[in-house]
């Protein structure tokens, strides 16, 4: 069944909602471009690794594994996989919605996933978005700040602010509270906010920043479907 | 032993595109009741209270001041994005004063 909608309307809604991630996406870019020239990494190579992987943390650990000079490609693989195992959280929570638009723009849609326009789009589908190109549309200027970003700090890297005294770096945390905020309708909504940033800090001490990010969606998950009363 | 960049490179990719498929693809085993339902739509505030946390958690406060901000603005003027932006100009002034 591929009746949803996917309509060029929802891909610019979404592009439209994308520039302001965009941008702090580029100041990112910039930074891992950055890390990645003096890592002796040309722009070519920084770009390809760039679209390649399409994922910032996991960028810098691969960059930091190959600079030791003993990273296999196993080594690579179990690294990558360990850190972005959020996008199974990520793609699990879109599959009802986006399943119905066909599986060549569902596929295809999921290469542009990232972190933050997973929360952009959730957000979309929460107010009753029903376009599934909208995740694409907020894909494609990310994808564009993503690539330009790295290419120009792989480039230029003397030239260049550190990207922290922009402020860049607390962009996707001032969005996350942004967003939490405005999506929180009543005091049900309350009890996954307050259980996600607990079980964030306690796993966090334990398993690190990954696992921190996956156990606040599971938590938060797990107590909404033990909250749900049986109606509708 | 290490292997050619492109190699690397394709291996990474592979990792990468395995993730954004997997959940997805494995989702469409499980039926949506209305309370996995409640789940689904429950986890995006679960993750984004944890990336919050922990940004309050591992910055000083400045970044505490600049992310209650962002709630209270969100609140005042409505609209998440437009705070978030200005979060990000509260935190790069409070460290450039010194904070």
């Known amino acids: 069944m591929s009746g949803a909608l996917f309509s060029l309307d929802g891909f610019r809604r979404g592009a439209r909602d994308g520039v302001p991630l965009a941008v702090s996406i580029f100041a990112y870019g910039l930074g891992f471009g950055l890390v990645a020239a003096q890592a002796g990494f040309g722009v070519g190579k920084a770009v390809a690794t760039s679209a390649a992987i399409y994922s910032g943390s996991a960028q810098l650990a691969a960059v930091n594994l190959l600079q030791t000079g003993e990273a296999t490609a196993w ?158 | 032993m290490t292997q050619s960049f492109p190699v690397l490179l394709a291996v990474m990719a592979s990792a990468a595109f395995l993730c954004r498929i997997a959940g997805f693809t494995l989702m469409r085993l499980v039926p949506v009741s209305p309370r996995v339902e409640a789940a689904l739509r429950a986890t995006p505030l679960g993750v984004m209270a944890g990336i919050t946390a922990l940004a309050v958690q591992q910055g000083g406060l400045a970044e505490g001041l600049a992310l209650a901000a962002v709630v209270g603005l969100t609140l005042v003027l409505r609209s998440d994005v437009a705070a978030a932006l200005l979060g990000v100009v509260v935190v790069a002034v409070l460290r450039w004063a010194g904070l």
């Open chain 1, 75 to 232: 080594a690579l693989f179990a690294a990558i996989l360990v850190i972005n195992a959020r996008y199974l959280l990520f793609g699990a929570t879109l599959q009802p919605w986006l399943w119905s638009a066909g599986p060549v723009k569902a596929y295809g849609s999921l290469l542009l996933l990232g972190d933050a326009n997973w929360l952009m789009t959730m957000r979309a589908i929460r107010a009753g978005e029903a376009d599934r190109a909208y995740l694409a549309g907020t894909g494609a200027p990310i994808a564009v700040g993503w690539l330009s970003g790295t290419a120009l700090g792989a480039a230029a890297v003397s030239v260049l602010p550190r990207p922290e005294a922009l402020g860049f770096d607390l962009m996707l945390p001032c969005f996350a509270a942004g967003m939490v905020t405005a999506m929180v309708h009543s005091r049900v909504d309350l009890l996954p906010v307050a259980v996600g940033a607990g079980a964030a800090l306690g796993i966090f001490h334990l398993a690190g920043p990954a696992a921190a990010i996956i156990g606040a969606g599971l938590a938060a998950a797990a107590v909404a479907a033990l909250m749900h009363r049986g109606e509708a």
